[in-house]
C-alpha cells in the first residue's frame, strides 16, 4: 500500500501565514498537532501562545481524521538507510531518495500517533479553568484539589515551556514532595539483576569507579533513564550518603526533554499539605529562574492544566 507524499503548500491555508510556516517547517501534519501538548507546539520556532489557540479550534480530535495504521509497509525501497546507500551507489537521485525518507518517517509518525479523546468528566472539568487566565499558584493548587477529588491518581505535575535547550540539575525544595523513589546502590549482585532483566528501582547511584563496570549495561538502564550520569548527581565518591540525601525527599532533579525545551517535574500527591506544595512549586520557579521560563502549567493526573502567573514570584 503506497503513502500518498504530503504536499505542505496545501495545508494550513487556514491559519494565519505565520503559524502555517511555522508547521510546515516542524514537519507537522493534523493529525499529529492534536497529539502534542500545548508546551510542545509553543516549542516550535515562530508559534506562540495565542496561535495555539488558533491551531486548537481548527485541528481538535473533533475535525481531524487520523489515517488508519498501514498493516503493508509501504514499498519504501526499503528503509532510510538502504535509500541513501543507493543514492551513494547513484542507482538514485537525491529527490527520490527525500521521497523515500519523508515516506518512511511519515509512516512511523502514523503508527505511533493517535488522537486524544477527552472524557466527559474532563471535559466538564476544563469548563472551570479557564484558559485565558493566568493563575497564582496559590490559586491554582486550590483548583486542582478540588478537582483531583474525582481522580484515583492525584499527582501533582508542573510543565515548564523553557527558554533553553539542554537543561538538566538539581532542585533543593524547603519540604518533602511526598513521592516515594526507590534507590539502588551499585554492586556485583545488582549488575546481576541489571542482567537479568529484573529492575526495580527507579535511581541507580555508583561510584566513579563503578562506570567502567556499568558500562555494559548502557543499552538497558540508558533508555529507562537510569544510567548513572554525574550531571544529575547520580555517579558520586559516597553513594550511601547520596542515597539518604534523596531519599529525604527534599531533592528533585530536572531535565529537558531531548528535542525540546520543556522541563515536566512531579510533586507528589495533591493530598499532601497544600502550603508545603506551594513553598516547593514556588521555590521551583524561582531556581529554575522565572525570566528563562516562557509558559508554565500546573496539573494532576487525568485534569486539565492551570496556566500559572510567575510574574509575582
Not at 504530503?6 to 505565520?18: F, I, R
Not at 500545548?38 to 495565542?50: F, N, Q, R, S, Y
Amino acid at each position: 500500500m503506497a503513502t500518498t507524499r504530503t504536499n505542505w503548500k496545501e495545508l494550513y491555508n487556514d491559519l494565519p501565514t505565520h503559524v502555517a510556516e511555522a508547521l510546515r517547517a516542524a514537519r507537522l501534519k493534523p493529525e499529529h498537532i492534536i497529539t502534542k501538548e500545548d508546551g510542545e507546539l509553543m516549542a516550535i520556532e515562530g508559534i506562540k501562545e495565542a496561535d495555539v489557540n488558533s491551531i486548537r479550534a481548527i485541528y481538535n480530535a473533533d475535525s481531524v481524521t487520523v489515517p488508519e495504521k498501514t498493516k503493508e509497509t509501504p514499498k519504501k525501497k526499503a528503509t532510510k538507510k538502504e535509500a541513501k546507500a543507493e543514492l551513494e551507489a547513484g542507482t538514485k537521485n537525491a529527490e527520490e531518495t527525500e521521497e523515500v525518507v519523508e515516506e518512511v518517517e511519515e509512516v512511523k509518525e502514523t503508527k505511533k500517533s493517535a488522537p486524544r479523546k477527552r472524557s466527559s468528566k474532563y471535559k466538564a472539568m476544563a469548563k472551570i479553568v479557564k484558559s485565558d487566565e493566568l493563575y497564582s499558584v496559590k490559586e491554582a493548587v486550590e483548583i486542582l484539589s478540588k478537582l483531583a477529588k474525582s481522580t484515583k491518581l492525584k499527582t501533582v505535575e508542573l510543565h515548564l515551556n523553557m527558554r533553553e535547550l539542554g537543561l538538566r540539575g538539581e532542585l533543593k525544595l524547603p519540604h518533602s514532595t511526598g513521592k516515594d523513589v526507590k534507590i539502588a546502590i551499585f554492586s556485583d549482585e545488582l549488575a546481576e539483576k541489571i542482567a537479568a532483566g529484573k529492575i526495580d528501582f527507579d535511581m541507580l547511584l555508583c561510584t566513579p569507579a563503578d562506570m567502567a563496570k556499568l558500562a555494559r549495561y548502557a543499552k538497558v538502564l540508558g533508555p529507562k533513564g537510569l544510567m548513572p550520569n554525574p550531571k544529575s548527581g547520580t555517579v558520586t565518591e559516597h553513594p550511601e550518603e547520596r542515597a539518604k540525601q534523596l531519599a529525604s525527599g527534599g531533592t528533585l532533579p530536572y531535565k529537558s526533554e531531548s528535542k525540546f525545551p520543556i522541563i515536566h517535574l512531579s510533586f507528589g500527591s495533591i493530598t499532601q499539605n497544600s502550603d508545603d506544595l506551594i513553598d516547593n512549586i514556588n521555590e521551583a520557579l524561582k531556581s529554575l529562574n522565572v525570566n528563562k521560563i516562557k509558559s508554565a502549567y500546573l496539573s494532576c493526573t487525568h485534569t486539565p492544566s492551570v496556566k500559572l502567573s510567575t510574574s509575582n514570584i
